[in-house]
C-alpha cells in the first residue's frame, strides 16, 4: 500500500504545475501533502470545538468572537486543503477565493481582537477570583450574622412585650389582692384571681408556641385517622368559625398519620382562626384531605419524596401579597392590627409539621383567598379498632381522695413545684416521699421501698427523668410512672412512652395533676 502511495505521489504525470515544481527535491512532495493534511484536520476541528462550547455555555461574554475565530480557522483550514489539492488539481482559482475568504475573516479578527483587548485585560486573574470569593464568603456570613441579630432581636422583643403583659397583669393582680385582703374583703379577690388564671394560660401557650416554631415542643406522636380528627372537631371549628362563614369539610384520605393528635388540632385551629380573620364579611372555608406520593423537588429540597397525607385549608379571604406570603411563618410577624395577633400561629403550623417529618406550603394572592397544604408521613390504613369504653374522666382537684391511699415518689429539683405536688397528693389522701433530684431519686428506688406511683421531673440535674424512669421500669416493671417537663430539649421530642408512663406538661393545674393520678392508680389500691 506504502508503495502504491508512495508511486502515485511521485507520479510525474499527474502532477500540476505547482506540484512538478517540487520535483527537484522529491522529498519535498511528501512533505508538503503530509503536513496540509495534518494541518487542515486539526484546523478542522478546532471550530468544532468552539462551536460545542459556545452552544453549551452561553452565559459567556465573548461568546460572538468564539464563532468569528471559528470562521477564521475553518477558513484557514480550507487554504490548507487548497494547497494539498493544487499538488495536482490546478484549483486555482476556487484557492484563490478561499485565500480572499480568509484575508477578510483575519482582518475581522483581528479587528475584534483589538477592539475586546482592554476587556479581556481587565479580566481578573485566578488569585484576585480567589480573593472576590473570599471576600463574598466573609459578606455573606456578615450578612447571614446580621439577619440571624435581626431575627432574634424581632424574637426577643416579641417574647418580651407579650411576656411584660403577662406579668403586668399578674404583678396588679396580686396588688389587687393583697389590698382586698388587708381590708377585710377576701370575696372580693375572684376577679384578680381569674385575670391571674387567664394570664398564666396565655404564658403556656406562648411558650408552647415558642416550642413549636423551634421544633423542641415535647411530641407524644401515635397513629390517628386524620379523616376523624377533623371530623371530630368540627363542632368547635363551626363555633369558631361563627355562622358567616361556611365549613365544608371533604375528607378522602386512606393513609393514617403519626402524629401528636392536640398538637395537630391546635395547627387546624391557627388555620382556621387566620381564616376567620381574612374573611370579615363571611365566606367559606374548605378543609380536604387526600394521599398523595410526592417526588423530589428540586425548588424545595427539603421534601423527602414518599407518601403523605395531605390536609389542605383553603379559604375565600382577601389573601396575601408576595412579601407578606414570603414572610408568614416569622415568629411575632402578624399581618393584623397590633392586639390582634401574637404572630405565632403560623410560625407553630410550621415547627410542629417539620418536627412531625411532614412539610407546609402555603399559597395565596390578593383578592384570590389563601391555601395551606399540610404535608404528614402517611402509612398504611388503620385497621378498624373495635368499640372502646371512653376512660373515666377524673374527678376536679376538690373532690375528695381519701378513699384511697398509697405511697408515691416524687422528684422535682425545683422546690416551690414540688413542695406545691406534695400536698395535692397529700390532700388527695396519698403518701408521698419527696426527692430533690435523679441521684437521690434513684437511691430511694433501690432502697427497696415499696411505691405505687412515679412522678419525675424530666430535666432534673445529673440523672435526668429519663434516666430515672428507665431504673425504676427495671427494678418496678409495673410501676405507673408520670413524666412532668417544661422543656428537656431534644430528649422528649419524639418521646416513645412505655404502657405505664404518662407524660404532663407543665405548667399544670392541680385539677389535671389530680385527674392523671387518679387515671394512672385506678384499680391499684385497695379501699380502706
Known amino acids: 500500500m506504502l508503495s502504491a502511495l508512495s508511486e502515485w505521489l511521485f507520479d510525474t504525470s499527474g ?47 465573548f461568546r460572538p468572537l468564539l464563532w468569528l475565530f471559528a470562521a477564521f480557522i475553518l477558513l484557514c483550514g480550507m487554504t490548507h486543503l487548497f494547497d494539498l489539492f493544487t499538488l495536482w488539481a490546478p484549483l486555482y482559482g476556487l484557492q484563490g477565493l478561499v485565500k480572499a475568504a480568509t484575508a477578510i475573516a483575519s482582518v475581522a479578527t483581528a479587528v475584534a481582537l483589538w477592539w475586546a483587548m482592554p476587556n479581556f485585560l481587565a479580566l481578573p486573574s485566578m488569585e484576585q477570583l480567589r480573593h472576590a470569593n473570599a471576600a463574598l464568603l466573609a459578606s455573606e456570613e456578615q450578612l447571614a450574622h446580621a439577619q440571624k441579630m435581626e431575627a432574634l432581636g424581632q424574637l426577643t422583643g416579641g417574647i418580651a412585650h407579650d411576656f411584660n403583659n403577662v406579668l403586668q397583669v399578674i404583678v396588679a393582680s396580686l396588688d389587687v389582692i393583697e389590698r382586698q385582703i388587708a381590708l377585710g374583703r377576701a370575696n372580693a379577690i375572684d376577679g384578680p ?59 378522602g384520605c386512606r393513609w393514617s398519620v403519626s402524629c401528636d393528635p392536640s398538637q395537630l388540632e391546635s395547627v387546624l385551629l391557627n388555620l382556621a382562626i387566620n381564616a376567620r380573620d381574612a374573611m370579615p364579611q363571611g365566606g367559606s372555608l374548605r378543609i380536604a384531605t387526600a394521599d398523595r406520593t410526592l417526588a423530589s423537588d428540586s425548588s424545595d429540597p427539603d421534601v423527602e419524596p414518599g407518601d403523605y397525607v395531605e390536609i389542605e385549608v383553603t379559604d375565600s379571604g382577601v389573601g396575601m ?5 414570603s414572610r408568614v411563618f416569622e415568629p411575632f410577624f402578624s399581618t393584623k392590627p397590633t392586639g390582634q395577633g401574637t404572630g405565632l400561629g403560623l410560625s407553630q403550623v410550621y415547627g410542629f409539621v417539620k418536627q412531625s417529618g411532614g412539610h407546609v406550603r402555603i399559597e395565596s394572592a390578593p383578592g384570590e383567598g389563601t391555601r395551606a397544604r399540610i404535608y404528614l408521613p402517611g402509612h398504611a390504613p388503620l385497621p378498624s379498632p373495635a368499640a372502646k369504653d371512653q376512660p373515666p374522666t377524673g374527678a376536679k382537684f376538690d373532690s375528695p381522695f381519701a378513699t384511697h391511699q398509697g405511697k408515691t415518689l416524687v422528684v422535682e429539683d425545683q422546690e416551690e413545684v414540688r413542695s406545691l405536688i406534695v400536698g395535692a397528693l397529700a390532700e388527695m389522701g ?14 430511694i428506688i433501690e432502697s427497696g421501698e415499696p411505691l405505687d406511683l412515679l ?21 418496678h416493671p409495673d410501676l405507673p410512672i408520670l413524666l412532668i417537663t417544661g422543656y428537656a430539649g431534644k430528649s422528649t421530642e419524639t418521646l416513645q412512652l412505655a404502657p405505664n408512663m404518662e407524660l404532663l406538661r407543665k405548667p399544670f393545674t392541680l385539677d389535671e395533676l389530680a385527674e392523671r393520678v387518679q387515671a394512672m392508680l385506678k384499680g391499684t389500691f385497695h379501699a380502706e
Open 455 to 475: 412522678i419525675s421531673d424530666v430535666g432534673l440535674p445529673g440523672l435526668g427523668g429519663l434516666q430515672l424512669a428507665d431504673a425504676a421500669r427495671a427494678a
Open 321 to 325: 401579597s408576595h412579601d407578606l406570603l
Open 15 to 61: 502532477l500540476s504545475p505547482h506540484g512538478y515544481c517540487l520535483l527537484w527535491e522529491p522529498g519535498l512532495i511528501w512533505l508538503y501533502a503530509v503536513s496540509d493534511a495534518i494541518i487542515a484536520l486539526a484546523y478542522f476541528s478546532i471550530p468544532l470545538t468552539l462551536v460545542i462550547v459556545g452552544k453549551r455555555r452561553s452565559d459567556l461574554i
Open 430 to 443: 396519698y403518701d408521698t416521699i419527696e426527692a430533690g433530684d435523679g441521684t437521690a431519686g434513684l437511691k
Open 193 to 251: 384571681l381569674a385575670a391571674i388564671r387567664k394570664a398564666s394560660t396565655t404564658a403556656s401557650s406562648l411558650t408552647n408556641r415558642m416550642l413549636a416554631f423551634s421544633r423542641r415542643q415535647t411530641l407524644l406522636p401515635r397513629e390517628i385517622d386524620s379523616n376523624k380528627l377533623v371530623a371530630g372537631i368540627e363542632e368547635m371549628l363551626r363555633r369558631t368559625l361563627g355562622p358567616e362563614i361556611h365549613l365544608d369539610l371533604r375528607l
